[in-house]
């Protein structure tokens, strides 16, 4: 894949619609805990529920593999060697 600017979000400030497009400002947590602007996502109207249902199924991939690193922790009786949360996954979208 080309190099793609990298945007880091922990929260959204607002969102909007205008002619088509769904506009959502993106906001980072701040020094101060406030959430400060930190770019613009811009989704066509017509497109928004297939992302929003990718992102439904990638928190339900999220959640079931938490789970599966929770049954594996309790079934090694808690052992630091099995992994509370997994690091990290690939979605298959």
Partial sequence: MPD????FADGILEASVNYGVTRIGLAQTGADGKPVACGQLMIPVVQLPAFANSLLTLLKQIDAKVK???QTNA???GKPEAEAVPGSFRFSG
């Fill in 4 to 7: 793609q600017p990298v945007l």
């Fill in 68 to 70: 599966q690193a929770q």
């Fill in 75 to 77: 079934a090694t009786d």
